[in-house]
C-alpha cells in the first residue's frame, strides 16, 4: 500500500488518463509538509509532471495532513520501507541527519533520489546539479543527486552564465536571507513576531536565536573553525563544484534579514577575460531561468517580494565594479526564490531532466 | 531674542553655573525637530556640552514643537538671520539643498559649522571629518566641516584603524541599512507597514516607492550615470577622502533593510602587507569609538538592535577573507548607529574637538 490515501486508485487513473500515451512515474516526496516539500507537491502538478503515484511522506508530528493534488485529496504518512517500495524517484526534503539515515534504504530500493539537504553536497561520487548550469552530469543516470544550497543556486545562475563567456576569477557575495531558509518555522517566528509587536507586546524569539523583526544579522547556521558560518562555508564549497572550478576564489557574508521568501545577494564579480555590463547584461538576457529587471528601462531593481513565486531568478543592477579590475570587473543584484529555483523547483527539474535522457 | 522660549534666560543661569569656570558656548540645532537633530540635542545634555545658550530651528511645518533640554523646556523656531546671530557653532541636520542655502548667511555670521548633509562633502576646501580618523583636519580652525554618509562612517570606523596598521587596498561593502536614515518619515512608515499588515491591511508605501516590511532593495537614492546609486558613490568618493587614499580600491552595494535604526555593513577588506585576524582583533580591541563583539568568547554577533543608542560602531566576526590575496585579506561584520556614530555623535564630536583645540 503506497503513502496516498484511499483516494488514490481514482487519483492515479485520473492522472494517467490526461498523460496517455507517455511514461508516468511513481513519485515519493518525503518531508512533503515542510516548507520546500509543500513547493514540491505544488510544482509536480503545475508541471503537468507525468505522475502515476505520488506518496507523500511527513514526519510523525505532521503525518495525516490532507494535501490537494490533480483534484484528489492526499495524505502525508510516515516514511518507512514497504512505503516506498516501488518508488521511481524521490525527492528528499529533510534535514541533512535524515537524509544520511534514508539514503541506504533508497539506494537498496533502486529509488532514483534527489536530495535537498547538504548530506551529499560535498561528496565527490554525488553529483551536485543545476540543470541550468551542469545538467550534463545527469547523463551519467546517477542513483542519488544533490540539490545544491538555496544562495548557491541563485548566485550561480547570474555567475555561471558570465563564467561561461569571461572564465570567473573571483565571487564575492554578500547575502539577504529571507526567513523560510529555516523552513515554515521561520515565517511564523517573523510572522508572529509582528502581530506581536504591533499589539504592544514583548517580541521573542524561538527559532532564531534573537528577534529577526526589524532586525538583520549573520546567518545562524554554526561557526567554522575558520570563523565562517556553515552557510558561507557551502556557498564556497559548492559553488566551486558546481562550476568546476576549484580554483574560484570566493569571498561570502551570509546574512538573515526580515523577508518571508526569496534571498537576495549582491555579487561582485572578477573575471579573467574582459566583459561589458552590456556583454553581461545581453548574455543574462539569454540564460535560461534568468529574467533581467533593468532600471535602465524605468524599472525598480528586483526585490524578494517581486521574485516570491516565480521561477525564474531576476538580476538587476549590471554595472562596472569599480573595485575591482579595470574592464573586467562587476556589480550585480540576483533576487530568487529560494524555496523555487533555490529548492523546490531545482530538485523538480534535476528529476525532469532524468526521465528525459 | 534666540531660538529658545520664554524660560531661556532661567535655562542658561542653570547651565552655566553647572558649568562655572569653563568657557560655554550658544549653539544652534537648525533641522531639531528630525531623526538627527533630535539625538544632536539630547547628546549636548548627555555629554554636558559647555552651552551658554540653546537655540533650536526647523521647518515652518515643525516649529513651536517642545524640547526638554537640562530641565527646561525649549521651542524649535523658524530660521532666520536675526534668530541665528550670536551664534558660536551651527549643526545643520538638513537635506543638502537647504545646507547650501543657509551656508553663505552662516558664514557671513562667522559662525562655525557642522553640516550633517552631502552638500561640502565632495569640496577640497571643506574638512570632511571623523575625529578618531582624521580629526587633525579641526586644527585649521575651519568655518565649516563636513559631516561624512552615515555608512561611510560605520564603515571606516572599522576600516581606517587597520588601515592605519596594514594599509587598505581595497574596500568591498555591502550595506544593510535602516529605514531611518530616511529621517523618522522612514521609521514611521515602517512601523505603520507592520501595523498594517498585522490588522490584516494591505501594505503600502509613500516615502519608499515600494513596500519596505518584509521586503529589501536597493538603496533608493538616485541612480548615477554608472549604475550606481548615490549612497554607493558617496561611500566611495567619502572614503577616499577621509582616508586621504585616493586611489583605494571600493566596491559598494548599498541595501535598505526592515530595521528601525542602526546600519550593518558586510566589510571585505584586502591589504598591503599583512594582518592576521588576530592582529585586526588586538588593533580595533583599542581603536577608540569601537567596540570589538567577538563570537570567540560566545557573544552572538552584533545586530542594528544590539547597537542602536550606543555610541560605538561594533565589529563582530573579524576572519579570514578566504577570497582575497592571502595573509592580506579580511571579512568583517560592522554594526553602528547611524543616528548616532553615523550622524549626530560624529557632529557633536567634531564641534567638542573644535572648542577643545
Request: net charge neutral; aromatic share 4%; proline share 5%.
Amino acid at each position: 500500500m503506497s503513502g496516498v490515501n484511499t483516494g488514490e486508485s481514482s487519483a492515479v487513473s485520473a492522472i494517467q488518463k490526461s498523460k496517455s500515451g507517455t511514461k508516468t512515474f511513481c513519485i515519493s516526496v518525503i518531508g512533503a509538509t515542510g516548507a520546500v516539500g509543500r513547493e514540491v507537491v505544488q510544482l509536480l502538478e503545475k508541471r503537468n509532471f507525468p505522475i502515476s503515484q505520488l506518496r507523500l511522506f511527513s514526519s510523525e508530528r505532521s503525518a495525516g495532513e490532507k494535501f490537494k493534488f490533480c483534484g484528489q485529496t492526499l495524505e502525508a504518512r510516515i516514511v518507512d520501507r514497504e512505503a516506498l517500495t516501488g518508488s521511481d524517484y524521490a525527492i528528499l526534503c529533510v534535514d541533512a541527519a535524515m537524509s544520511r539515515a534514508l539514503a541506504p534504504m533508497l539506494a537498496e530500493l533502486k529509488i532514483v533520489t534527489v536530495d535537498n539537504s547538504s548530506a551529499f553536497r560535498t561528496d565527490p561520487a554525488i553529483p551536485l546539479v543545476v540543470p541550468e548550469i551542469n545538467g550534463e552530469l545527469l547523463k551519467g543516470k546517477p542513483l542519488l543527486v544533490a540539490n545544491p544550497n538555496c544562495t548557491t543556486i541563485v548566485s550561480l545562475m547570474i555567475a555561471a552564465p558570465l563564467h561561461r563567456v569571461a572564465h570567473l576569477e573571483r565571487m564575492t557575495a554578500c547575502s539577504y536571507q529571507a526567513v523560510s531558509g529555516a523552513g515554515l518555522a521561520g515565517m511564523h517566528e517573523l510572522e508572529s513576531q509582528a502581530r506581536a509587536w504591533a499589539a504592544g507586546e514583548k517580541v521573542t524569539g524561538q527559532l532564531f536565536p534573537r528577534p529577526i523583526l526589524f532586525n538583520v544579522f549573520p546567518h545562524n547556521s554554526p561557526r567554522q573553525s575558520d570563523g565562517s558560518n556553515e552557510e558561507e562555508h557551502k556557498l564556497v564549497c559548492e559553488s566551486r563544484r558546481i562550476l568546476g572550478h576549484e580554483k574560484l576564489r570566493v569571498s561570502a557574508t551570509c546574512v538573515r534579514v526580515p523577508t518571508l521568501r526569496a534571498h537576495a545577494v549582491a555579487l561582485h564579480l572578477e573575471f579573467i577575460n574582459a566583459l561589458s555590463p552590456t556583454q553581461a547584461l545581453d548574455i543574462l538576457t539569454r540564460a535560461p531561468g534568468v529574467r533581467v529587471v533593468n532600471e535602465a528601462n524605468g524599472d525598480q531593481p528586483a526585490d524578494p517580494q517581486m521574485v516570491s513565486g516565480l521561477d525564474e531568478v531576476l538580476v538587476s543592477r549590471i554595472r562596472v565594479d569599480h573595485g575591482g579590475s579595470p574592464g573586467k570587473s562587476l556589480a550585480l543584484w540576483a533576487v530568487g526564490d529560494q524555496l523555487l529555483k533555490g529548492a523546490a523547483l531545482n530538485a523538480v527539474q534535476i528529476v525532469e531532466l532524468l526521465i528525459a535522457d
